[in-house]
């Protein structure tokens, strides 16, 4: 407003009777003054700036930056909240189970950096600047989708509260070990309890999956 207050000033000293007696090129001047004014205006001045206020600041200084199946988050949860929790309560993302809480069933199996990890034992902390996989993000890995082909295929789940730790530990054994014997799968799974004893049917799907590995 005040820039139009201006030009209009200029142009109405100049001409009082708001028209130019001497033609076009004086109001043609006090237009292009008043759209030089106008663009500056844009260009700085007038751009409204969000605000960020100190609170606000220090908050954002202390979340927790991550990728989270290939896509970068920040979480505002203090430093020592377990991992899972992060995931499912501020990220939404609930395929990742609670069993135990004391990293000895498997249930809360997610991968840091493609290493398997029990997120109930995980601080975000430890997450920081790292790449998370959960179940939801496993299938656009190549180990992911085989398994879980195979996982349906095998028909493997029966109530299924463990089945996407299963899928977890065994997508992290074949990224690492693509022909895996009996017993580097028995190994792999061994920290995976199902308490519906479906360990035969997964045994089979990992290794119809390993078979199907290209
Ligand atoms: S809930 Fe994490 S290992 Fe059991
Ligand atoms: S399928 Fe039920 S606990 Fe594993």
Known sequence: ????????????????????PRGDFENSTATALLRRTKSRCRLRACKPKRKISLPEAE????????????KQVSARSEDSTPLLWVIRDEMKLTGTKFGCGAALCGACTVHVNGQPARSCSTPLSAAA???????EGI???????????AWVANDVSQCGYCQPGQIMSAAALLAKVKRPT???????????VCRCGTYNRISLAVRQASRNLK
């Open 182 to 192: 009996d017993a580097e799968i028995e190994s792999a799974m061994n920290g995976n």
């Open 139 to 149: 299938g656009q890995t190549r180990e992911g989708r085989v398994l879980q082909e």
């Open 1 to 20: 407003m005040a820039a139009v207050a201006n030009a209009r000033t200029i142009d109405f000293m100049a001409f009082p009777s708001g028209r130019s």
């Open 129 to 135: 600047g790292k790449r998370i996989t959960t179940i």
């Open 59 to 70: 908050e954002e200084a202390k979340m927790v930056s991550f990728v989270l199946n290939g």
